[in-house]
């Protein structure tokens, strides 16, 4: 079994900045692609941006130029940092990691709330 554990959401003003972290724990033999993806009440959750094991990033092009995601390999653990908020940015943000143990497996963090005022 695998645990996805986030951290850094709040409440922050428009304009201001957080950093969300995510750390995958349990049985691991290698996490591949990890992600963020967020959900805003009353809509689908969408992708954030994402980051393979190498490195290569993918991102949403509502986020491109103010959100950087990054890792450490070491750690298991990815990154986001969000830069100039917008009140369209509240919403709860998902981690999400390929693992690969016995076989690729898709694991969920439980979600962190990130709200942005106005």
């Known amino acids: 079994q695998v645990q996805l554990v986030e951290s850094g959401g709040g409440l922050v003003q428009a304009g201001g900045s957080l950093r969300l972290s995510c750390a995958a724990s349990?049985?691991?033999?290698?996490?591949?692609?990890m992600g963020w993806y967020r959900q805003a009440p009353g809509k689908q959750r969408e992708l954030v941006a994402d980051?393979?094991?190498?490195?290569?990033?993918n991102y949403a092009d509502s986020v491109t130029g103010r959100f950087t995601i990054s890792r450490d390999n070491a750690k298991n653990t990815v990154y986001l940092q969000m830069n100039s908020l917008k009140p369209e940015d509240t919403a709860v943000y998902y981690c999400?990691?390929?693992?690969?143990?016995?076989?690729?497996?898709?694991?969920w963090g439980q979600g962190t709330q990130v709200t942005v005022s106005s």
């Open positions: 980051i393979a094991r190498g490195g290569s990033t």
């Open positions: 999400n990691a390929d693992v690969l143990f016995n076989r690729s497996t898709k694991y």
């Open positions: 349990g049985s691991i033999f290698r996490v591949n692609v």
